[in-house]
């Protein structure tokens, strides 16, 4: 993790010190490395001008309950329960609201775990794309990590996935469930970008949607309004898990630290009890203009000849600039992307992601 940040910091300082803008920097480097929905804002605006979104009473000024205000997790539990079809419904006491996802993962997997599968673009027995996950490959990693001493106590799922932009299927996920409960892993599933599949005819299975579930108190699922929603400053993120120990552990070890402001939880709350502008405004608008950009961004891949791996959901794509270093290593693609910041661009590379091998996204 200490790699991870100071690759973060390194990258990110270089563009933060000479930010693109339209008329103050136009010289700048243009960012197209933060994972950001910019498109959504004049959608959004509409709801934050409504006088609903700003009626704070006495109570909210005082401290509040830890794990979100009631009447706000009570509408989150109605937005989820819709949008992702739980067989079992999603219940508000089973909810934690948290300043973003991030601190969740942290927070669980400081909770359930200490800290320490890669993905490969070499398609391996019974695979039909690059970097596919499969659940040979997770028994694979787990018998190499077993074989070097170390304990495996969950398995972090991002589902549409972060960074390659696919759904996985409802087999797949199963398949994850299934070897989770075979050895009696904790199964922390992401799906912060639920709403945001662009794809004609695609469609997210969200994990508590299956049936059949195994050993569900090992299932914990976070979302948040950053992807979704285009809201990655309102910091918002959302747990829900069965487990009465694990949800104790947060509640009143973790959760205090993460609090959401009342003001947020308020307008958050009057933004996604509105079924009707989320379904035929908001969600159907963002998704096309997510269908465009996309299209917009392969179709220049494809007129200069740079391979890519085409995306379903999401907002970045996996991309393969190994043809244009003189060697495929980690050194040549840290070189690749120095130059890309000197010329003012701003990419991650492959590296950021811990990825085996010398891609750019």
């Not at 299956?210 to 976070?222: A, D, F, R, S």
């Amino acid at each position: 993790m200490r790699v991870y940040f100071n690759h973060e910091a390194k990258y990110l300082g270089k563009q933060k010190a000479n930010p693109y803008h339209k008329t103050k920097n136009p010289q700048g480097v243009i960012n197209m490395g933060t994972s950001e929905n910019t498109m959504t804002y004049d959608l959004l605006k509409v709801k934050f001008e409504e006088k609903e979104s700003h009626t704070l009473l006495q109570e909210h000024t005082q401290y509040f309950c830890s794990e979100g205000l009631e009447s706000f997790r009570e509408t989150i539990a109605d937005f989820l329960n819709h949008y992702m079809k739980p067989v079992e419904p999603m219940l508000p006491e089973n909810l934690i609201v948290s300043n973003g996802c991030t601190p969740l993962v942290d927070t669980l997997a400081y909770t359930i775990a200490d800290e320490g599968v890669e993905l490969s673009s070499k398609i391996g027995p019974g695979e039909s794309q690059p970097f596919e996950l499969t659940v040979a490959r997770l028994e694979s990693a787990l018998k190499k990590a077993t074989e070097q001493g170390v304990k495996i106590r969950g398995l972090l799922l991002c589902n549409p996935n972060n960074p390659l932009g696919v759904i996985y299927s409802e087999e797949l996920l199963q398949g994850c469930l299934q070897f989770a409960a075979r050895h009696s892993l904790h199964v922390i599933m992401d799906e912060i970008y639920m709403l945001c599949g662009f794809k004609e005819g695609c469609s997210v299975t969200n994990v508590l949607s299956l049936k059949n579930i195994p050993n569900k108190e090992m299932i914990h699922v976070i979302w948040g309004f950053s992807k979704d929603f285009g809201m990655s400053g309102f910091r918002c993120g959302v747990l829900h898990t069965w487990n009465k120990d694990v949800y104790r552990a947060i509640s009143t070890g973790y959760s205090r630290f993460h609090d959401v402001p009342t003001p947020a939880q308020i307008l958050l709350t009057n933004l996604i009890k509105d079924r009707e502008w989320l379904d035929n405004t908001f969600i159907p608008t963002n998704q096309q203009r997510l269908r465009n950009a996309h299209k917009m961004a392969c179709d220049a891949f494809q007129e200069v000849g740079i391979p890519f791996l085409p995306g379903e959901c999401g907002l970045f794509i996996w991309i393969d600039f190994r043809e244009l270093v003189p060697t495929s290593t980690f050194e040549e693609e840290n070189h690749l992307f120095e130059r890309m910041i000197a010329n003012g661009l701003f990419i991650f590379p492959g590296t950021y992601f811990r990825c085996p091998e010398t891609w750019l996204v």
